[in-house]
Structure formats: C-alpha cells, structure tokens
C-alpha cells in the first residue's frame, strides 16, 4: 500500500431517492457547510439524541453543555434581532431623511418658480 492510500480517510456513500439529495443539498446550501461536513454533524447529532433517549439519567456534565448551548443560542439571537432592529431603523432614517430631502427641494422648485 502507498503511504498515499493509507493517509485518506475511508470514503462513505449511499444510494438514496431524490427527495432525500434534494433536502441535503438545501441543508448544505443553508447551512455553508460542505457536504463532508453536514454528514458529520448529523452523525454527531445523532449520536447526541441516543445518549440523551437512552440515559434515564441525565449527567451534570449534559445538563451544563445544554445550559451554555441554550446561553449561546439565545445569545446569537439576540444578536440576530438587534441587526434586524438596526437595520429597520437604518431604513426608517432614510426613509424620514429622503422625505425631508424631497421637500426641501420641492421649497426650493417653489422658490424659483417665483422667483
């Protein structure tokens, strides 16, 4: 075997109907995540939703990652509805800015006319 061959990692395929590529190709398009990688973190979250269904028992360990999980989700959208608000507001001050701008030249068009 060349040391080529013994570096690449094991390839992994599946035969599977279009409906099925067609939401992976959304997920990967969704979530910029190369298709190499989506796989592997659905096999992860996968894996996750087993040890969660399947421990009666939840571990301190769990609860904890779950907590700084749900901090940082709520964290992110935060954020997420802060750069919308911003951007709303943004669009309002331009909007408020172009009308003051219409009728100032408006005064101005009058102005001439009479003048």
Same mark, same amino acid.
């Given at each position: 075997? *060349? ?9 992994? *395929? ?33 894996? *996750?939703?087993?040890?969660? *269904? ?62």
């Amino acid at each position: 075997m *060349s040391e080529e061959t013994k570096n690449k990692p094991p390839l992994y *395929s599946v035969r599977t109907n279009d409906e099925v590529m067609t939401d992976v190709a959304v997920l990967v398009e969704r979530t910029g995540l190369s298709q190499k990688d989506l796989f592997s973190a659905m096999v992860t979250q996968f894996k *996750s939703n087993l040890l969660a *269904s399947n421990e009666t028992e939840q571990t301190e360990d769990m609860q904890q990652l779950r907590y700084h999980l749900s901090h940082a989700e709520s964290i992110f959208t935060n954020m997420i509805q802060k750069v919308r608000d911003l951007k709303n507001g943004y669009a309002e001050s331009i909007d408020q800015e172009k009308q003051l701008h219409q009728s100032v030249i408006a005064q101005v068009e009058r102005g001439r006319q009479q003048a």
